[in-house]
């Protein structure tokens, strides 16, 4: 039997389903399907929306169908932000997005280069614990020690110093985190058309070209000043190349067989700030929460991480691979707390059939990882923070396990994955490795605040708090 549309919650004029996503469209989403079934077809305004919800739904999107599922739908505010849309986040498919994916996965996120960067990692990682130390025994605003650390290690990365130091009269550090305020916004003229007039009211398109421009002009400082200082060979020979060096080499397209415009090096450059830098450290303030939740498993952590640790002074790189049950906290917290829990959208190039269902060309889909990772098919007790469940499992977060796509799976899959797993084992071990950690007088673990706050990546509402003792063997 063919049936040709999935089943639909009943839709309003104008607003078709909108009004049912609530201000966390992941868990609203989650709920519906379980009356609506793992496939199911809403109207965003105007635009047709199909949610995936379950193991197959998104195998069948990202695997079996992932070509015809590659495109991403056109976004005004990506756009605006991003040069019309030149980065590879929201670029639609096509021969551009083939040749940025390749610059990016192969020339600034290979294994060789997320290697080279390892003493990034490690200094910023030494200069939070250092940044803890001086705060011990008073309470900590945790959020904030992780986000500078990962967003220090990121712009040394693309840039090759720390941005928050205030230059060229620009706050970088407000206007990326404008620019993640912007690419979370709904924006409403994206699916009611007729009603774009609203952004102007708004003052949303005011604002999205300020931010623009703004950005635009800090990245053209620090391209310019990188051409100067190639130009009079400042460059030492042992120093690891950020991305401006490696963009500025392959520019030309000697190495990559196309030339790389001065608009698609910056938009590029934009995207590991945007994609890379909330939702890294997201994964370790969720984690720590957990931790301090479930004081059997911190507990169990702390013996691994410092038995493996022990004499040592500080934990590198080299002493991760035997962490397995710190792996297995990793993998847990980004099951129950996927970043990105809808993913990124993706969009249709032509008809395809789901499951039986005929799906038309330029349908948008959402595929609700938040919900594949807590659902009892596939996972005993999905509510219950359980690390063990990965002790003796092959699952893996790396787009091959269906039931575990906090980045998503197939072409569109998130290429940073080894950047931002390192990133957050280096920082967890060393985290437990130097310090005892609990929640400010009068507050229990199981009173903690577990709501969520929607942006780019969906938070907890409320910075975490600790207070920090040192620990030593
Ligand atoms: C825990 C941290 C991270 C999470 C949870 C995450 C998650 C995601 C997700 C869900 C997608 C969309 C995948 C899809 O459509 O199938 C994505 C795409 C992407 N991510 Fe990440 N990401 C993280 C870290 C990073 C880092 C560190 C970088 C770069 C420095 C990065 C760069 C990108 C880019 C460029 C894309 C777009 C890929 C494309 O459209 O072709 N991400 N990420």
């Known amino acids: ?57 998104a195998r069948d999107i990202m695997k079996t169908h992932d070509l015809v599922w590659s495109n991403r739908p056109k976004s005004s505010m990506a756009d605006g932000l991003f040069y019309g849309s030149k980065d590879m986040a929201f670029s639609p498919y096509g021969e551009y997005w083939r040749q940025i994916r390749s610059v990016m996965v192969l020339h600034l996120l290979s294994n060789k280069r997320v290697q080279s960067y390892r003493y990034v990692r490690e200094e910023e990682t030494s200069n939070m614990i250092d940044k803890i130390r001086q705060q011990c025994d008073s309470v900590i605003d945790l959020r904030d020690v992780l986000s500078c650390m990962t967003n220090n290690i990121i712009s040394r990365v693309a840039i090759g110093r720390t941005y928050n130091e205030g230059e060229s009269g620009i706050d970088l550090k407000t206007l990326l985190e404008e620019t993640l305020m912007l690419v979370g916004t709904f924006n409403v003229g994206d699916y009611i058309p007729w009603l774009k007039w609203l952004n102007k009211i708004k003052g949303l398109d005011t604002k999205v070209k300020k931010v623009a421009k703004d950005l635009d002009a800090y990245l053209e400082s620090v391209i310019e000043e990188r051409v100067i200082r190639n130009k009079k060979a400042e460059y030492s020979a042992g120093e690891a190349k950020d991305f401006v060096d490696v963009l500025l080499e392959i520019q030309n397209g000697k190495e990559t067989g196309f030339p790389l415009q001065r608009d ?102 959402l595929i609700n990882a938040w919900g594949i990772g807590r659902d009892p098919l596939s996972w005993d007790n999905p509510e219950e923070y359980k690390p063990e469940r990965f002790l003796n499992s092959n699952i893996d977060v790396k787009g091959l396990n269906f039931e575990l796509i906090p980045f998503g799976a197939g072409r569109r899959g998130c290429p940073g994955i080894p950047f931002a797993i390192m990133v957050n084992e280096l920082a967890l071990a060393n985290l437990v490795h130097k310090f005892s950690f609990a929640l400010p007088k009068g507050i229990k673990g199981e009173d903690l605040d577990m709501t969520e706050c929607n942006g780019l990546a969906v938070r907890r509402k409320s910075p975490l708090l600790v207070v920090a003792t040192p620990w030593s063997s």
């Open 264 to 365: 698609s090096l910056k938009a590029l450059l934009l995207d590991a700030f945007v994609a890379g830098t909330d939702s890294t450290y997201t994964v370790l303030e969720w984690t720590m929460t957990e931790l301090l939740r479930h004081p059997r498993i911190m507990k169990k952590l702390e013996d691994e991480v410092r038995e493996l640790g022990q004499g040592k002074t500080e934990i590198t790189e080299d002493d991760l691979g035997n962490m397995q049950y710190l792996k297995a906290v990793i993998k847990e917290s980004l099951r129950l707390h996927a970043p990105v829990p809808l993913l990124v959208a993706r969009e249709s190039m032509e008809e395809v059939k789901l499951f039986d269902y005929n799906i038309p060309a330029k349908t948008v889909v």
């Open 1 to 57: 039997k063919n049936k040709l549309s999935p089943p639909s919650p009943t839709k309003l004029p104008i607003i078709g389903n909108l009004h049912q996503l609530g201000s966390l469209p992941h868990r609203s989403l989650h709920k519906l399907s379980k009356k609506y079934g793992p496939v199911m077809l809403l109207h965003f305004g105007s635009k047709p929306v199909l949610i995936a919800s379950s193991v197959d739904a």
